[in-house]
């Protein structure tokens, strides 16, 4: 089948939701949502979307918007593409000396996943095929999901919250200090009860020492896993060494970027959780194959999503497409960019969801329901 794309347009949108509670984490505090949505338009007039990563720093979303229409668009104009993993390929290659130059990588590769991953919704779409099945003809479209970024104020009100909604798996954040950890560990259990999944996101907060010395205290809330304990630049053996000292199941992921450092991770054979995030690095053209890989390797995948719903979206169908028993990453903070562009994941019936059949990433999203939170990019 070809999945040939001639481009005459690409348009990064970006939108802004102010926070009355603050998403806070180890390493920083959100005091605002943001999302780049990216939009292709082919010869044919037919249209994709995909989304962006930039959550960090605060100035990220309208960086990113700039690298799209500054670099991006201009290297895909008046080229064709036989499919989108050779465009996502050309526009790598295209960039990756400016990416050394000015010490951007990860910027460089969010922008291109965000066209990657609506280079996809475009060719789907042509096809009259969901993205999901687009992907693996032989896919089921139900996958698990679990509710994430839970603060560290109170978190059991809002997960009671959740799970009244039909979640079933939830994720605290942790790294505010061994007391309060632990404090808000024991609500979550007892306000879940014991057939609740529970895990827990460190976001990089301690050394080993710090990560073994929580270790058993934290085994004691039968967790499912524990997520980046460890900064993600320190070596495998240093995980190899958690992993050989606790019973949790150790997560990362979100911050490896590229095919080789995760092909590294798995040769450490120190993660039970593998939580690529497309929206940072791969789209569809890198991510798809790094999930096969995890899956082969007989680790879990769950992939790691926070922002908007176009790009959860495409994660969703990344999992349905993959398959196993990974669970889908959905913030549990209040965000109509999420909310009003999800879609189907806004239904979720004991700790599922379920993809429509239509085309691409589903109905085309209705940008004009969050144009109050549209922001100009200038320059």
């Given at each position: ?10 348009t ?7 926070l ?20 292709v338009e ?17 100035v990220?979303?309208e ?21 989108p ?23 460089f ?50 997960a009671a ?8 798996a ?23 009860g ?17 990560a ?5 205290d ?9 997520e980046?304990p ?18 949790m ?32 690095w ?51 903070n ?37 144009e ?7 320059g």
């Open positions: 089948m070809s999945h040939a794309l001639s481009l005459r347009r690409v990064a949108h970006v939108y802004r939701y102010p009355s509670v603050p998403v806070r984490t180890s390493f920083g505090t959100m005091r605002d949502r943001p999302m780049v949505v990216i939009e082919d010869k044919d007039g037919a249209t994709g979307y995909g989304e962006v990563w930039c959550n960090f720093p605060a990220g979303a960086h990113r918007a700039r690298l799209v229409s500054s670099v991006m668009e201009p290297l895909l104009m008046g080229r064709a593409f036989a499919s993993v050779e465009a996502y390929t050309f526009l790598t290659q295209a960039t990756a000396v400016l990416a050394l130059q000015s010490a951007e990588p990860g910027p590769a969010q922008a291109i996943a965000g066209i990657d991953t609506a280079l996809w919704d475009l060719a789907a779409r042509k096809a009259g095929a969901p993205l999901w099945r687009f992907l693996n003809r032989a896919a089921q479209p139900q996958i698990q999901v679990y509710a994430s970024g839970l603060n560290p104020d109170a978190p059991e009100l809002l919250r959740r799970k009244e909604e039909g979640y079933r939830f994720k605290l954040k942790i790294g505010f200090g061994r007391e309060r950890d632990l404090r808000n560990l024991a609500a979550l259990r007892e306000t879940l014991p057939e609740c999944q529970l895990m827990v996101d460190a976001n990089q907060a301690w050394d080993l020492e710090a073994l010395a929580y270790a058993a934290l085994e004691a809330h039968r967790l499912a896993w524990l980046e460890l900064r993600c630049d320190r070596p495998w053996s240093e995980w190899q060494t958690l992993a050989a000292r606790t019973r199941p150790l997560a990362a992921g979100e911050n490896i970027m590229g095919q080789a450092n995760f092909e590294a991770a798995l040769a450490a054979k120190c993660l039970s959780v593998v939580q690529p995030d497309m929206a940072k791969g789209g569809f053209s890198g991510t798809l194959p790094v999930a096969q890989a995890i899956r082969a390797a007989g680790a879990r995948f769950c992939p790691h999503y926070l922002g908007g719903g176009l790009g959860l979206l495409a994660s969703a169908h990344l999992l349905a497409a993959v398959g196993g028993d990974g669970l889908l990453e959905i913030d549990a209040d965000n109509p960019l999420r909310t009003d562009l999800c879609g189907p994941l806004r239904r979720i019936a004991a700790g599922r969801a379920t993809l429509p059949d239509t085309p691409g990433l589903g109905p085309m999203p209705e940008l004009s329901a969050i109050q939170y549209r922001v100009a990019v200038r």
